[in-house]
């Protein structure tokens, strides 16, 4: 999925329309400059875990994560959520009023879905999934009108619109990618690696990255690690020697002092805390 759309000289341009139930943890990640993911909770239970604090999630959960916020999903092991989710980014216009201006006045927002809401959610999913005559111009119709319901439950009592990024449609591309290797793959993912899928130089690749998520490759891809290792503590039945493998740490040493900088506790202390939690 690669579609751009405009929209009262705002451009927004849809990475990912998805539906599916998450049965294990997603690691706490975060979303790169003008990114904005929606998730939209079907059905099932779980958790919504975010540096500020923990929200439950049940049945019609709508929550937004925008730019650099970090989160992490804990499904529920007996009933699993089935989330509708969309990802897109925008690059606002001068001009910030109106809907979208009104939907990226917030990087996190939760709460309850509407009607129009859910059906909107499931329009998207299944026109998505259709290979149709004018499909991009019924997703385009689509996501419009879901992030001016979604404005609108932001400012309820509203009954006038709210009171520039030069990003190119490259580089969003370029960011893209990084989300994708540090969920999927950060304990191998190198710079130079990720600078060739980009086409661009090493140095390059750092400033793009600094530019879309204000730090260093070196940084996220330590945030990305622990989150794995964390993840892998919380739900698999591993030793501190395999976890370290499995984040990309030949020495377990290593491994340790940097999951007590990121933690304040050493993985073992961390793996006995949750199992005594399993057992109460």
């Known amino acids: 999925m690669d579609m751009t759309l405009n929209y009262n000289e705002n451009r927004i341009k849809i990475f990912k329309i998805f539906s599916g139930t998450l049965d294990e943890i997603v690691m706490m990640h975060a979303h790169t400059k003008n990114g904005y993911e929606l998730h939209f909770i079907d059905y099932g239970k779980g958790i919504l875990e975010t540096e500020h604090g923990q929200y439950e999630l049940a049945k019609n959960s709508l929550y937004i994560t925008g730019p650099n916020v970090l989160h992490k999903q804990i499904p529920d092991k007996k009933e699993p959520m089935h989330e509708l989710c969309v990802y897109f980014k925008i690059s606002k216009s001068k001009n910030e009023s109106g809907a979208v201006g009104d939907f990226t006045s917030k990087k996190f927002w939760i709460g309850k879905s509407n009607n129009e809401v859910r059906k909107l959610f499931k329009q998207m999913v299944t026109e998505s999934e259709k290979n ?60 130079a690696d990720f600078a060739k899928n980009m086409g661009v130089s090493p140095r390059q690749a750092e400033r793009i990255i600094k530019d879309y998520y204000g730090s260093s490759f070196k940084k996220l891809r330590y945030e990305a ?38 933690y304040n506790v050493t993985p073992k202390s961390y793996w006995e805390t949750l199992n005594e939690r399993r057992k109460t």
């Open 225 to 262: 690690k622990m989150a794995m290792a964390a993840t892998l503590l919380e739900e698999k039945n591993i030793t501190i020697e395999e976890c370290a493998v499995k984040c990309g740490y030949t020495c377990s040493a290593a491994f340790i002092t940097a999951f007590k900088q990121k």
């Open 132 to 191: 149709s005559v004018h499909k991009k111009d019924i997703l385009s119709s689509l996501a419009i009108r879901l992030i001016t319901e979604i404005a609108r439950l932001y400012y309820p009592n509203s009954e006038a619109d709210s009171a520039q990024t030069n990003s190119t449609d490259l580089n969003e591309n370029r960011s893209w990618i990084l989300d994708q290797l540090l969920l999927e793959d950060c304990s191998k993912v190198k710079l």
